[in-house]
């Protein structure tokens, strides 16, 4: 099943990673930074409850210090760092989803304000030398596919 990401606005992950953090932690040790690496599985397994809470913990810190408004990313930012990131993010993406699914995602991310229309139209152009690594497999994204979106957009718009 297909979660919509606009359930999910920033107060409301803040919120909900606050609640997770006042509860006894489960993560069995694995410490609060999460290395997104972990997430296409290149190292250890995690289950979906202390993944989900270690997406929660790489939000909050991003969003922090002030009032988040939509939309999030504006502008990609233009460095060596911005670029990798956004190179990774978009691999990520199309391992998943495949083509179609990415660019639907980010059609989906500019309609409920996450990202600009400027951005992503920048993103679907870079998309254009990363289709070889496309799935043929494709998969619908879930609500953890949307909230790893999240962070790297928190991250990108932080670049800036």
């Known amino acids: 099943?297909?979660?919509?990401p606009s359930d999910y606005d920033l107060d409301e992950?803040?919120?909900m990673a606050s609640e997770r953090?006042?509860?006894p932690a489960s993560d069995n040790g694995s410490g609060d930074d999460l290395d997104l690496g972990s997430v296409r599985g290149e190292s250890g397994s995690t289950s979906p409850d202390s993944f989900r809470a270690g997406l929660?913990?790489?939000l909050l810190?991003?969003?922090a210090g002030g009032d988040a408004e939509k939309p999030y990313l504006e502008a990609l930012p233009e460095d060596n760092n911005g670029e990798r990131l956004i190179f990774e993010w978009l691999e990520f993406l199309l391992l998943h989803a495949g083509h179609q699914g990415t660019r639907e995602a980010l059609s989906?991310?500019?309609s409920v304000g996450w990202i600009t229309e400027n951005c992503e139209s920048q993103l679907k152009d870079y998309m254009l030398g990363l289709d070889e690594q496309a799935t043929n497999d494709p998969t619908d994204l879930?609500?953890?596919d949307h909230?790893?979106?999240?962070?790297?957009i928190a991250k990108l718009a932080a670049m800036n």
């Open 56 to 58: 929660y913990r790489e």
């Open 21 to 23: 953090e006042e509860q």
């Open 13 to 15: 992950l803040r919120k």
């Open 1 to 4: 099943m297909s979660m919509n």
């Open 142 to 144: 879930d609500v953890d």
């Open 61 to 63: 810190p991003l969003e």
């Open 108 to 110: 989906y991310y500019e």
């Open 147 to 152: 909230l790893l979106s999240l962070v790297y």
